[in-house]
């Protein structure tokens, strides 16, 4: 058997190599001049000074804000972000995957494993992206390692200091993903012995602790406490209740970024490789059986199952990131069954095998290049015509110091440096009174996009855009022209 240093440096080249590719080809899929997202947003106004800070709502966490802040807080350059987030996620990447080089009898199994975590096109979209997701993700994958090294080796104090920093890194990021992360961690240390029992748990606790301290005191601070926070949180997600969503799940696999709801069809045999896991996950589970090292194989599967519950049976909507999480520790369970698969073939039927698997492999990033291709397609042209949108704003005298609301407020607001404001919706926080004051004291817009104005707006000025991707969006300015503020 070889030891862990053996393992670990025979794998450290390769997967050096697989985060190197992994930078590059997400670099040269999305453009490092992509404009921000929604999400991104609102997670780098905290920090920057290009406009006032977006609302954060009751589910997001600090994580991204903390990670975009040596940048966001000094340059207000979306390229330079967008450079030093691919760094951040390569290295992130790296960190996660390397503590399976340790676990892992086999050499350069954690390279694989990376390297068809990032082969997903998920995974290479938000690479360069200042979301939590990806993130979250390689915490769960190093916190699974980390356990398993800490339940084998007790004396190994870095062990329990990664498990402690990897679950404080996904509480931070994102502490219901962190929730679902810790209780098969917690369960799987009552199957240890005593003495090491309580070693982990009391590590799981810490980690999960310390990452999401900063979410229970600004809970108490702006949200009237936790229990209220969670509640708003749910509701922000639509109500979280017992429900079958593999149907919408399936329907992102290929795009769009977000559906809610979810009514897109599925344009791609994305879910293809959903089936080349459970082949390969059963056979990984048999084959570590075999071996006696049961743990290495169940602990991830239940871990990955484990964190795709909530998504797959608690919200009424999906994201293709949200699952990210899931794929990365699934990964880690499943490469020793394509190990065990090459083993157990023989003569004639080893060269069919890695035919097979050489030709799923090829269409798998056929597949996952032509969905990447068509979602950075897509963002380009709708995060373009925010920036229409801005230049009709601004041809019309709204800028800064302005509000606006309505329709995609958020990040329209954020590209012409104005505050929004929202009466309505998951991301309200003010209310008609305070819009009509502020509409009647500064510069004020709202946009409407396929509907008539509120009430309160209805004889103002409606000013439609032109050349969108979309059609129906129009600038409503109030009728009496406004007053400097004072």
């Known amino acids: ?82 450079l030093f987030l691919t760094v951040t996620a390569a290295a992130s990447l790296g960190l996660g995957f390397w503590v399976w080089s340790r676990v892992s009898r086999r050499p350069g199994a954690a390279a694989i494993a990376a390297g068809l975590y990032g082969s997903l096109w998920t995974a290479l979209f938000y690479a360069n992206a200042a979301m939590p997701n990806h993130y979250t993700a390689m915490a769960a994958v190093a916190a699974v390692g980390c356990f398993l090294l800490a339940a084998a080796e007790p004396a190994r104090p870095g062990a329990y200091l990664g498990l402690v920093a990897a679950l404080a890194v996904a509480a931070l990021m994102r502490p219901a993903d962190a929730f679902w992360l810790g209780l098969p961690l917690l369960a799987a240390a009552v199957a240890v012995p005593a003495f090491r029992r309580w070693r982990l748990t009391a590590a799981v606790v810490a980690g999960l602790v310390l990452g999401g301290a900063p979410w229970a005191v600004e809970a108490e601070l702006r949200y009237g406490g936790l229990l209220e926070r969670i509640r708003q949180a749910g509701h ?20 769009p970024i977000l559906c809610r709801p979810c009514d897109s069809p599925v344009r791609w045999p994305a879910v293809l490789w959903w089936l080349a896991l459970a082949v390969l996950v059963p056979l990984a589970v048999r084959a570590a059986h075999l071996a006696g090292m049961a743990r290495t194989a169940w602990l991830p599967f239940v871990v990955a199952a484990a964190m795709a519950f909530p998504y797959l049976f608690l919200i009424g909507y999906s994201a293709p990131r949200f699952l990210l999480p899931a794929y990365a520790v699934a990964l880690v369970c499943a490469i020793p069954g394509l190990a065990a698969l090459f083993s157990t073939a023989v003569g004639q039927w080893r060269r069919v095998v890695a035919a097979v698997v050489a030709l799923g492999f090829a269409g798998h990033l056929a597949i996952q290049a032509g969905i990447l291709h068509h979602v950075v397609a897509e963002q380009v042209r709708s995060r373009g015509d925010w920036a229409r949108l801005v230049q009709t704003l601004r041809s019309h005298g709204v800028r800064p110091p302005c509000v606006i609301s309505g329709h995609e407020a958020i990040p329209i607001a954020y590209y012409a440096g104005c505050r929004a404001l929202e009466d309505r919706g998951y991301n309200r926080n003010a209310s008609i009174a305070q819009l009509r004051h502020a509409a009647a004291t500064g510069r004020f817009a709202l946009l409407v996009k396929d509907s008539a104005p509120p009430d309160w707006a209805k004889d103002w000025h409606r000013i439609p855009v032109p050349n969108l991707t979309t059609s129906g969006w129009e600038v409503c300015l109030p009728q009496r022209p406004a007053t400097a503020p004072r």
């Open 236 to 255: 922000v997600q639509g109500g979280t209740k017992l429900q079958f969503s593999l149907g919408h799940v399936i329907s992102t696999l290929d795009g």
């Open 1 to 82: 058997m070889l030891s862990p240093s053996v393992t670990s440096r025979s794998g450290a080249r390769p997967l050096v190599a697989v985060c190197v590719i992994f930078a590059a080809a997400s670099l040269i899929a999305v453009p490092a001049s992509l404009d921000l997202g929604w999400d991104e947003v609102v997670y780098v106004s905290q920090h920057g000074t290009h406009a006032p800070p977006a609302f954060m709502s009751a589910p997001r966490a600090r994580g991204v804000t903390l990670l975009v802040w040596p940048v966001a807080s000094w340059l207000d350059s979306t390229v330079v972000l967008r």
